[in-house]
T-cell receptor
């Protein structure tokens, strides 16, 4: 099976812009989670989608949003970008709650 | 809220030797899952090993094994016969079985260096 894929791999944006990141889970996986990784804060959970419904949400401002499509592919959107949003954004998929999560290679977002 | 603590920011091991990475966690749940993930410099996070809390037997995957002490809330990773390719950041993670809180909670990580 193909692994989790994320596009784009690298992105440079300007403060105030918005960005959309995409994630395709492993075939058959219905759960997709998003994490933000920074040197200072480490790995922080953004949100989880299961069968097109947001099931769980981390402690991030409303500028961060996501959605999941019927084919389980997921997108996350960050509006009004701030310098502090510069991070590696990781997507992970899982068959369900009782299972481990498999990660994609990440999208490196740089906000200037 | 659950927390995961990795008290060793950096560790070093000689090639072919054994190293143990420490992890402690705090939770009020009796059933949960614990994981070790490896993140090499290329950044892709890889699952190393998984442990279900209801299983008393420690998980083993080839050269990787865990020492799971449920009462002490301790979950250490032992890497035997260390190889250069083991050099990476290692993250300990906790996952609740409840669907509404099924996200991974990570420790800050331990950077492992392997000396030839």
């Amino acid at each position: 099976k193909a692994g989790v894929t994320q596009t784009p791999r690298y992105l440079i944006k300007t403060r105030g812009q918005q960005v959309t990141l995409s994630c395709s889970p492993i075939s058959g996986h219905r759960s997709v989670s998003w994490y933000q990784q920074t040197p200072g804060q480490g790995l922080q959970f953004l949100f989880e989608y299961f069968s097109e419904t947001q099931r769980n949400k981390g402690n991030f401002p409303g500028r961060f949003s996501g959605r999941q499509f019927s084919n389980s592919r997921s997108e996350m959107n960050v509006s009004t970008l701030e310098l502090g949003d510069s991070a590696l954004y990781l997507c992970a998929s899982s068959p369900g709650t009782a299972h481990e999560q498999y990660f994609g290679p990440g999208t490196r977002l740089t906000v200037t | 809220a659950q927390t995961v603590t990795q008290s060793q920011p950096e560790m070093s091991v000689q090639e072919a030797e054994t190293v143990t990475l420490s992890c402690t966690y705090d939770t009020s749940e009796s059933d949960y899952y614990l994981f070790w993930y490896k993140q090499p410099p290329s950044r892709q996070m890889i699952l190393v090993i998984r442990q279900e809390a209801y299983k008393q037997q420690n998980a083993t995957e080839n050269r990787f094994s865990v020492n799971f002490q449920k009462a002490a809330k301790s979950f250490s990773l032992k890497i035997s016969d260390s190889q250069l390719g083991d050099a990476a950041m290692y993250f300990c993670a906790y996952r609740s079985p409840r669907g509404s809180q099924g996200n991974l909670i990570f420790g800050k990580g331990t950077k492992l260096s392997v000396k030839p």
